[in-house]
């Protein structure tokens, strides 16, 4: 049988599709590699081998096939994996929390004037998107949340900037937590930047529970 090191060095590492790789030895997939561009342009990649040859050198050549920068998340936790990315050349660029809040009710009331609408009926704002409007009808804040069954997922909070330090990103939250509950959604769960001192304190003074934190890293030197 051969050896996990001779199986690493003599993979053969293939592009099998535009944004997927495959290593191959001895008629057997050994390890992938996947790429996934988020909505913002960024592109992610993620390695899956158990073999630390073969960890490196697929991702030396999606590094090779694709245009820097590139992103991968990691598990602040899981030390070996964050150690394989640096070995290829990424670097921390900053740490994430992850939260979960209930839906249940929070006691907290929204500005007089100010109403919570419902995804799809304000024009300005994406599908999926709650918006909070001003007696003018105006757009003040948004949550995009996205919906799975009993759990939501909270991709995006935003007030607009003169509106800003007024409780209203508060208000915001806890509306839209309401507005899930009636949908029967239980929970719902963020991704937050620890850095944004904001973010992190509106999610905890909803109550939102930190259950992990992730490190986003990035390689942004320019490819051979």
Not at 175 to 201: P, Y
């Amino acid at each position: 049988m051969e050896s996990a090191h001779s199986a690493g060095a003599t993979a053969v590492i293939t592009r099998v599709a535009e944004q997927q790789w495959q290593a191959v030895a001895e008629g057997r997939v050994i390890g992938r590699g996947d790429a996934s561009t988020r909505p913002d342009g960024r592109i992610f990649v993620s390695v899956d081998s158990w073999h630390g040859e073969v960890f490196d050198r697929l991702a030396d050549a999606m590094l090779a096939d694709l245009a820097m920068p590139l992103h991968t998340l990691v598990d602040e936790a899981d030390l070996d994996t964050t150690a394989r990315w640096a070995r290829v050349g990424f670097t921390i660029a900053r740490r994430e929390r992850d939260y979960l809040v209930t839906t249940a009710p929070v006691a907290t009331a929204l500005p007089s004037g100010m109403t919570l609408v419902p995804p799809g009926e304000v024009v300005a704002s994406a599908p999926q998107d709650y918006a909070l409007t001003d007696a003018s009808g105006h757009c003040v804040g948004v949550v995009r949340v996205t919906l799975r069954r009993t759990h939501a997922r909270i991709g995006l909070i935003e007030v607009r900037p003169d509106a800003r330090r007024h409780g209203i990103g508060r208000a915001l939250l806890t509306e839209v937590l309401k507005a899930l509950r009636h949908k029967g959604v239980e929970t719902a769960s963020a991704i937050v930047d620890e850095a944004d001192a904001a973010a992190v304190a509106l999610f905890e003074g909803v109550g939102a529970r930190h259950t992990s934190s992730d490190l986003e890293l990035v390689n942004e030197r320019s490819a051979n």
